[in-house]
Antibody, heavy 122, light 110 residues
Framework: QVQLQESGPGLVTPSQTLSLTCTVS??????????WSWIRQPAGKGLEWFGR???????NYNPSLKSRVTISIDTSQNQFSLRLTSVTAADTAVYYC??????????????WGQGTLVSVSS | QSALTQPPSVSGSPGQSVTISCTGS?????????VSWYQQTPGTAPKLIIF???NRPSGVPHRFSGSKSGNTASLTISGLQTEDEADYYC??????????FGAGTKLTVL
């Protein structure tokens, strides 16, 4: 079955750029017309949606983060990525790559990676 | 976009029913029937339990049900079991083609 796995540095220096990659296994990132998203969760807090991307490259972003966020996709590698610029300690969180939302996933986030902890500290 | 409003905590005894509310606005919960609910236990990723207001993914027990009235969605868990103790999050599609979550509700099974 389809699985998602996040990868990237666990520690990022303040003011630098956070970059994470999600590898989709068990199926093609282009099949089923799914969207792919990034979501984060600071320790002890709720969930925040960054944005989503379609295999065509079409994106939608959370307006509160849009100025710092880029989501991209590499269909040849079956991967999609998150880039968050000018990070601060407030960006410390568990980052999840997720399938959805879209019409083929019930307008919901139906499949989640295990999450990766990213800490922002000097 | 503002987070959806959920009660911080609810509790119930095994076998009882509990309902968790999720209040938004006419621009999100009230705009589409695109409300979803997620269950999260400590140290794990959230799990989808309800989509499109009231639909259950395969494998989710029938005692989990969802509904919506106006700008408020609700998750009801009937016949509470100890394994239901978790954090629950609602989420809604908005009129701006974004998705917004509630702050989460901690369910304690007494």
């Amino acid at each position: 079955q389809v699985q998602l796995q996040e990868s990237g540095p666990g520690l990022v220096t303040p003011s630098q750029t956070l970059s994470l990659t999600c590898t989709v296994s068990g199926g093609s990132i282009t099949s089923g017309s799914y969207y792919w998203s990034w979501i984060r969760q600071p320790a002890g807090k709720g969930l925040e949606w960054f944005g989503r991307i379609f295999h065509s490259g079409s994106t939608n972003y959370n307006p509160s983060l849009k100025s710092r966020v880029t989501i991209s996709i590499d269909t040849s590698q079956n991967q999609f990525s998150l880039r968050l610029t000018s990070v601060t300690a407030a960006d410390t969180a568990v980052y999840y790559c997720v399938r959805g939302p879209g019409s083929n996933s019930g307008e919901a986030f139906d499949l989640w990676g295990q999450g990766t902890l990213v800490s922002v500290s000097s | 976009q503002s987070a959806l409003t959920q009660p911080p905590s609810v509790s119930g005894s095994p076998g009882q029913s509990v309902t968790i509310s999720c209040t938004g606005s006419s621009s999100d919960v009230g705009y589409y029937n695109h409300v979803s609910w997620y269950q999260q236990t400590p140290g794990t990723a959230p799990k989808l339990i309800i989509f499109e207001v009231s639909n259950r993914p395969s494998g989710v027990p029938h005692r989990f049900s969802g509904s919506k009235s106006g700008n408020t969605a609700s998750l009801t868990i009937s016949g509470l079991q100890t394994e239901d103790e978790a954090d629950y999050y609602c989420c809604s599609h908005t009129s701006s083609i974004t998705w917004v979550f509630g702050a989460g509700t901690k369910l304690t099974v007494l």
